[in-house]
């Protein structure tokens, strides 16, 4: 229920705390890398997570320590667990089928096939 979702996704950000899940149809999602995005207002859209399709996990410095990416138990789910929320984490974020996160002064791809996105989530952190 799209109301109820909303609720508890308005307790748990007040919490500072949300998690994401990405759930792949048409395809098995186990066998893509899977990679995180946000875009703030008025920002171009940045990775700021992925887990490759070998299980290696890269986070941006603005989420590293805070956020944390996993596979769930079947084979077309992924999450994105959030901890720490702050304003500026404000955005609405995408998971795909493909990664792109800066790491210090490189950039860190990964790409498997094609390439699919999620429709966003609005994650909306008050001060």
């Keep these: 229920d799209v109301q109820l979702q909303a609720f508890w996704g308005r307790l748990g950000a007040a919490w500072g705390s949300l998690k994401l899940s990405c759930e792949a149809s048409g395809f098995t999602l186990d066998k893509y890398p899977i990679g995180w995005f946000r875009q703030a207002p008025g ?16 986070y941006a410095n603005s989420v590293k320590g805070r956020f944390t990416i996993s596979r769930g138990n079947t084979k077309n789910t992924g999450y994105l667990q959030m901890h720490s929320l702050k304003p500026e984490d404000t955005a609405v974020y995408y998971c795909a089928t493909k990664c792109s996160v800066i790491v ?5 791809e990964r790409t498997y096939e094609n390439e699919y996105w999620g429709q966003g989530t609005q994650v909306t952190v008050s001060s």
């Design 43 to 58: 920002k171009e859209r940045e990775g700021i997570s992925c887990i490759s399709r070998e299980g290696s996990t890269t």
């Design 104 to 108: 210090g002064d490189t950039l860190w």
